[in-house]
């Protein structure tokens, strides 16, 4: 599965989220949204959630205070919430504070998951990106 492209949305008056028509056969055993260091929320299927956490935790100590961290991020911050009929989720309330989100949004195709942004946010993420990108680009294959 690779998710890519961005979609342009609304959240309705519930704060349910409507995922694009393209991606809703993944999700269809459920999904998990999650909040992400940046100032956006991700959404994945369970499967691909699990996976990346147990990859993130796999090389440290699961009794040292960073697996505590990461683990109590990512896992007391993620909620597992279903497609309804019409392939919309109900977007909890802290997701929609850490993401600044109040109507409008833009969901993003990310290779294994979703991103929701805030379209304002978004558009200040593309600036920043077309800016950066020509640098990061260079230190491919780059040893630092």
């Not at 609304?10 to 349910?16: E, G, P, V, Y």
């Not at 949204?33 to 956490?53: G, N």
């Not at 100590?61 to 989720?89: A, C, H, T, W």
């Amino acid at each position: 599965m690779a998710f890519r492209g961005h979609f342009e949305h609304s959240l309705d008056a519930k704060n349910r989220l409507s995922i694009p028509a393209r991606f809703r056969t993944f999700f269809e055993n459920g999904t998990v949204l999650a909040k992400d260091p940046e100032p956006c929320f991700a959404l994945w299927t369970p499967t691909e959630h699990e996976s990346i956490i147990a990859r993130a935790l796999a090389d440290l100590n699961p009794m040292g205070s960073e697996y505590r961290k990461l683990s109590r991020f990512y896992q007391g911050n993620s909620f597992e919430i279903p497609l309804d009929g019409s392939g919309r989720v109900t977007v909890p309330a802290p997701l929609l504070a850490h993401a600044g989100i109040e109507k409008e949004v833009v969901v993003v195709g990310v290779g294994d998951h979703l991103e929701v942004w805030s379209a304002e946010r978004w558009r200040s993420q593309q600036e920043a990106l077309d800016a950066e990108i020509g640098e990061v680009t260079e230190r491919l294959g780059n040893p630092s």
